[in-house]
Every structure is written in C-alpha cells, then in structure tokens.
T-cell receptor, first 110, second 113 residues
C-alpha cells in the first residue's frame, strides 16, 4: 500500500494562509489523494480530494505536484476553528482501503 | 444533513465482558466501517461491510467480530474484552467503494478495566 508522510505538527497565525504538505512518493497512477481533518473530540471529516489537477472547494484548496509524489492542502485564512489533526490519505478506486497516518496537528494562534 | 451516530460516547467495561458498539447511519449507504484510534498509531481499520450480512476483515480484526443485519446498522462486538482494547472506536459509512467520502460518527471511547 502506498504511504504518506506528513509533519507531526505545524503552527499558523489566525487569518493567515496555511500550507500543509504531504509526501506520497510511492503513489500509483490511479490513487486518489484525500484530505480529512479531525477536530477535538470528533470523528474525522472530509476536506477535499483530487487525482491530478488542483482542486478547490469552500473549505480548502488542494495543490498536487506534477509528478503526484506530493500534495499540499491550503487553508486560505486559518481560523481558530481550523485547529485540528489533518490527514493525507491515498485511496485506490474500487477498494475500501483508507490508510490513515498520524497526520499533522495544526495549531492556530490568535 | 448526513448523520452517523454511535450508541455511546463513553463506555467502561470489565475484562472478559462481551461488549457491543452500535453504529447507525441515515444516508442509505452500502458501506460501513469500524476503526480504532490510538495515540501515535492513527486510525486502523478493524472491519468493513459492503452490504447487509457481508463483511471483510480490515487490518486488525483479531479479538473483534461484526454484525450487519440491516443496511443502516453496523455493530462491533468484543467477545471477551481485554485491557488492550481500550481505545477510541470510530464508525464510518460511504456510498461507494471508490472515491466516495467516508462520513464518521463522533466515536466511542471504550475503557476496559
């Protein structure tokens, strides 16, 4: 199974953009890249996913490197409510496998 | 609004007890999942079900069983609870096997004494 590598923790100031990196050098051509986040005392929630092209939604943007060996989740203006653990996950279509790593704990400073 | 509910937020049981964790989803999803979450280990898949009465083992099925008699309900069973099963248990559901979003419940924190 392809693996992902994320920094253990990051800090950001409120109202500033945050770039959360993820390395996935063993990604296969058909693996989708998903991002979930887990707020304190809650289950994980979906943030965004993509395959090759950059993606935007109301929560965040996903920038995928041209060789797909890395990706970056971008929160355009961090708020205190964005403090969470962010997980980068690879998923092969047609399988149930989501391999969660330990994620990046994002701390947002007021 | 999509919803996955779990029967308890906190549960305390004794070693050797049989424990049932219940999960219900209201989205008519085919797939349901049970994970456990431990510090430093992230989320690990215990079992998943892709249809009523159908199940497949995940990465750490030992010591657990599951039951899915109705589409909306997926139960995790600890036949004889042990202290190393103290953990946060998370249920999730999804519509398709491929890229569809998994929706998670709030979790059950189980302590086995």
């Amino acid at each position: 199974d392809a693996k992902t590598t994320q920094p253990n923790s990051m800090e950001s100031n409120e109202e500033e953009p945050v770039h959360l990196p993820c390395n996935h050098s063993t990604i296969s051509g058909t693996d989708y890249i998903h991002w979930y986040r887990q707020l304190p005392s809650q289950g994980p929630e979906y943030v965004i996913h993509g395959l090759t092209s950059n993606v935007n939604n109301r929560m965040a943007s996903l920038a995928i490197a041209e060789d797909r060996k890395s990706s970056t989740l971008i929160l355009h203006r961090a708020t205190l409510r964005d403090a969470a653990v962010y997980y980068c996950i690879l998923n092969f279509p047609g399988t149930y496998k989501y391999i969660f790593g330990t994620g990046t704990r994002l701390k947002v400073l007021a | 609004d999509v919803k996955v509910t779990q029967s308890s937020r906190y549960l305390v049981k004794r070693t050797g007890e049989k424990v049932f964790l219940e999960c219900v989803q209201d989205m008519d999803h085919e797939n349901m999942f049970w994970y456990r979450q431990d510090p430093g280990l992230g989320l690990r898949l215990i079992y998943f079900s892709y249809d009523v009465k159908m199940k497949e083992k995940g990465d750490i099925p030992e010591g657990y069983s599951v039951s899915r008699e109705k589409k909306e309900r997926f139960s995790l069973i600890l036949e004889s609870a042990s202290t190393n099963q103290t953990s946060m248990y998370l249920c999730a559901s999804s519509l398709l096997l491929s890229t569809d979003t998994q929706y998670f419940g709030p979790g059950t924190r189980l302590t086995v004494l």
